[in-house]
T-cell receptor, first 111, second 112 residues
């Protein structure tokens, strides 16, 4: 079964800390998404990656296709970054199969 | 440009009843996917619609069905509701042949 694993499941940090969330997957993908979900449910797409690295503000996402691994980094973390961060992938050849999601990382940034 | 919208926001139903959830896709997006997210879990793919036809389905029973309309809006119908159907239902729209997905705010369904 194709799977997506995230770590850690829960992370509590102090404001200003550098945060890393990891995602690994089992077989080849055509795209990897990092998503943010706040309490109440709405999901916001942060990044879509198929190779390399992307940066948006304090957020950086990297992917290593050979190692089947991606990381999401948050620099200078702030309490408003508190949310669930979800990694999701589209498997190669799975165009009509939707995304497969990890269980999410619950991040709390304390002031 | 309006984003993806879903209605209703919250819904409470009784076991055995039927429910219809609605999704309006982002302007110009002709593909809609539906996901179920149980509490504490990641979303699970239910099915995808393109040009009014289902063209992909996850591991969900036939009592989960859908429709897509000419304006690309979509409905998710669930018959014979079970307690385990209690979840957040998310729809996401995308342009055809794009891996980008734009999510709606979700409908929280509670089955009692």
């Amino acid at each position: 079964k194709n799977e997506v694993e995230q770590s850690p499941q829960n992370l509590t940090a102090q404001e200003g800390e550098f945060i890393t969330i990891n995602c690994s997957y089992s077989v080849g993908i055509s795209a990897l998404h990092w998503l943010q979900q706040h309490p109440g449910g709405g999901i916001v797409s942060l990044f879509m990656l198929s190779s390399g690295k992307k940066k948006h503000g304090r957020l950086i996402a990297t992917i290593n296709i050979q190692e089947k691994h991606s990381s999401l980094h948050i620099t200078a973390s702030h309490p408003r970054d508190s949310a669930v961060y979800i990694c999701a992938v589209r498997w190669i050849g799975g165009g009509a199969d939707g995304l497969t999601f990890g269980k999410g990382t619950h991040l709390i940034i304390q002031p | 440009e309006t984003g993806v919208t879903q209605s209703p926001t919250h819904l409470i139903k009784t076991r055995g009843q039927q429910v219809t959830l609605r999704c309006s896709s982002q302007s110009g997006h002709n593909t809609v996917s539906w996901y179920q997210q149980a509490l504490g879990q990641g979303p699970q793919f239910i099915f995808q619609y393109y040009r009014e036809e289902e063209n992909g389905r996850g591991n969900f029973p036939p009592r989960f069905s859908g429709l897509q309309f000419p304006n690309y809006s979509s409905e998710l119908n669930v018959n014979a509701l079970e307690l385990d159907d209690s979840a957040l239902y998310l729809c996401a729209s995308s342009p055809r042949y794009s891996a980008e997905q734009y999510f709606g705010p979700g409908t929280r369904l509670t089955v009692t």
